[in-house]
């Protein structure tokens, strides 16, 4: 009897944990906003290298996060977006998500963008030939793809047409090429060099620095960095309490398959993934949500 109760008690609280972390998610998704991006022709937006931008509202901010996934910051900056019901982008690089494809499947469980940063990131595309530096781009997205083979369909929809060149060293050859494929390509409004050998601190000044002074934009950040992710929770709140709300890059409505469509693509349509018909005598054993359909 006693272990029957302990193993209830073991499912209750299982139970409570899915079940809030289901919630939250939904809960978390109204909170920050949803900025859909349009990516036919593959526009290039931001404001430090180009003249366009994302349509950000006044004090919204959306978080980048590039150069991941990483097995030691990924998850405790997932972990820190999560508690402030904060959603992101992540910009990843090939090599890292062929590397932890659990990773990677994991920023799409928590309802993130994900988005491609080549596949070994070369911090200057534009010294590479043409055909290499295809290649890096093409192999970065293959290599996402495939960490999200397994994952549930409504997670590899997380995968977006969206691409940023390392070091923001872009070429006009590529991003046309890129523009051919119907894949955007992002620059920002501001960073914070945490990149560079300074404090979490720093990081923490310089990010509120630039981000009050341009008044909205995209943030590039990255989850490889241990500063980072000690700084980051408190640059949340510190925005929050300054009166700034977050965004999350998602693409436009139908932009995956645009990308899909294109000749010679760098995304591939979406399997979906195939139901088939069951067996009558297996479907009455299984519980349905619509008992009246399973037996018509
Ligand atoms: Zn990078």
Redesign the pocket.
Same mark, same amino acid.
């Given at each position: 009897m006693k272990s029957v109760l302990a193993s209830a008690g073991v499912m209750a609280a299982l139970l409570c944990a899915i079940v809030p972390a289901r919630a939250q998610q939904a809960a978390c998704e109204e909170r920050t906003a949803a900025i859909e991006v349009p990516t036919e022709g593959g526009p290039a937006y931001g404001g430090m290298q180009y003249p366009r931008s994302v349509g950000l509202g006044p004090k919204q901010v959306a978080l980048t996060f !590039? !150069?991941g996934p990483n097995p030691e910051t990924t998850p405790l900056i997932l972990d820190i977006l999560d508690r402030h019901c904060v959603k992101a982008t992540f910009?990843m690089?090939g090599i890292y998500a062929e590397r932890h494809p659990e990773i990677v499947r994991e920023v799409a469980a928590r309802g993130h963008t994900i988005a491609t %940063?080549t596949w070994s %990131?070369p911090n200057n595309l534009r010294h590479f030939s043409p055909g290499s530096a295809q290649r890096q781009i093409r192999q970065g997205f293959e290599a996402v793809e495939a960490a999200l083979a397994t994952a549930p369909e409504e997670d590899r929809e997380r995968l977006a047409p969206f691409f940023?060149f390392?070091?923001l060293n872009d070429s006009s050859k590529l991003i046309r090429w890129l523009g051919e494929r119907n894949i955007a390509t992002f620059s920002c409004e501001f960073g914070a060099d945490d990149?560079k050998s300074i404090s979490s601190y720093q990081v923490r000044i310089r990010a509120l620095r630039n981000i009050a002074y341009v008044g909205r934009g995209i943030l590039i950040l %990255?989850d490889t960095k241990p500063r980072t992710a000690a700084m980051l929770s408190s640059l949340i709140e510190t925005l929050l309490a300054e009166g700034y709300s977050f965004a999350q890059l998602v693409p436009e409505k139908g932009a995956r398959e645009l990308a899909a469509k294109a000749a010679d693509p760098l995304i591939r349509p979406l399997r979906r993934t195939e139901v088939m018909p069951e067996e009558p005598e297996t479907a009455a054993l299984k519980p349905s949500l619509e008992p009246a359909t399973a037996l018509e």
């Open positions: !590039d !150069d910009f690089v %940063h %990131h940023r390392p070091g990149w %990255h």
